[in-house]
């Protein structure tokens, strides 16, 4: 299975191609873009993410696309669906996420890029809902959780096991949205 080739009024949501490595090792190895994950990520690890991104889309036919800005082709970021590898409260689940360069962080292409991914599960993949999820010290990303019309239950916060007991990035909230909630086609193709 092929990952589909997503599109919303400024960018495109796309399979990674060979050239978009440098771009997205400087991503995940930037320390102020990777602050709420425990470690930037190496050129081998950020490589190995890609296999890993790769693999998840051969199973699944979604996962976190590359971001490519339609105005010029630039790589910036990824963004998209997954099945979290780990088990907790809420899983089995679908998870929503973004990951942008710095320099186009505060344009709204993450909240572009989630709409397009949310059309996409409630749409062709009939999802009846998707959850996301942050340490609490990411206003930035639970903006766009909100401003995508999700929601958050204090209950359902938890502790990530793929993080060190103790370890101040532990701690998560989470937020949801479900199916009924969504208003289909917000991100035109």
Do not use: K
């Not at 993410?49 to 339609?70: K, T």
């Amino acid at each position: 299975m092929t990952l589909p080739t997503l599109a919303s009024d400024r960018l495109i949501l796309r399979a990674y191609r060979t050239e978009d490595r440098p771009a997205f090792a400087a991503l995940n190895a930037d320390p102020e873009g990777m602050r709420y994950f425990p470690a930037p990520l190496t050129r081998a690890e950020s490589d190995a993410l890609i296999e890993r991104i790769h693999d998840h889309g051969a199973r699944h036919g979604f996962g976190f696309w590359a971001l490519e800005r339609r105005a010029d082709g630039a790589f910036i970021g990824m963004a998209g669906l997954a099945v979290p590898r780990f088990t907790a409260p809420f899983t089995p689940c679908v998870e929503i996420g973004w990951r942008l360069a710095r320099a186009f962080w505060g344009h709204g292409y993450a909240t572009e890029a989630a709409q397009a991914s949310l059309d996409f599960a409630f749409g062709p993949l009939a999802l009846d809902q998707v959850v996301a999820f942050t340490v609490p010290a990411n206003q930035r990303s639970q903006a766009v959780m909100a401003r995508l019309g999700m929601r958050r239950d204090p209950a359902d916060d938890f502790e990530h096991p793929e993080v060190a007991d103790g370890h101040p990035l532990r701690p998560h909230v989470l937020y949801r949205i479900d199916r009924a909630d969504w208003p289909a086609g917000s991100a035109a193709a």
